[in-house]
């Protein structure tokens, strides 16, 4: 079964939105490893009796751009979700189509193939008990074309010959004992 044209869309769909849900993870853990540098600084300074108000504000502005982020990247991940479920449902109805027209397709050749059929039967029915001119002498056609061969039986009882005087010629798809 092919991929379809619904799936290959969502599938390059997806491999971009990968690649920006990994974006934004390296992003994410820079900026948690700077978090966690700002609160070691924190506690370092405030161990000194330092002012730890403008990091504790820093802290927690990279704390939020880090939530921010993987919020970010949820959505992502959940409208990629939500893409994959519509893709795939597409998917199927496009596929059940196309088996369709291909069941469609194999009903027209079945059916061409019975009426060439048909035509053919006919046809040899029309030979059969017919007669041919062979050689100036009226032959009758005994049974239709072999199948395999094709070849066409006469009547063998046109004139008596000898075996010296029968030359085998081959026309086709009729051969005919003609009298030498």
Do not use: C, W, Y
């Amino acid at each position: 079964m092919a991929i379809s044209n619904v799936m290959t869309r969502f599938l390059l769909s997806a491999g971009s939105a990968m690649k920006q849900v990994r974006a934004q993870e390296g992003i994410k853990k820079q900026m948690e490893g700077k978090a966690g540098v700002l609160k070691a600084e924190i506690m370092q300074d405030s161990s000194k009796g330092g002012d730890t108000a403008k990091k504790q504000e820093e802290l927690e502005a990279t704390e939020k751009k880090a939530a921010d982020i993987g919020n970010m990247q949820m959505q992502t991940l959940s409208e990629m979700n939500e893409s994959g479920k519509a893709a795939s449902k597409a998917d199927a109805a496009e596929q059940e189509r196309n088996k369709k027209l291909e069941e469609k397709q194999e009903e027209k050749i079945r059916e061409k193939r019975a009426e060439r059929k048909e035509q053919q039967e006919e046809f040899q029915q029309k030979i059969a008990g017919s007669t041919v001119s062979v050689d100036g002498a009226e032959v009758n056609v005994l049974k239709a074309p072999d199948q395999e061969s094709g070849e066409i039986h006469l009547d063998e009882l046109v004139m008596p010959a000898s075996a010296a005087e029968v030359n085998t010629v081959q026309t086709g798809q009729v051969t005919v004992d003609v009298k030498a």
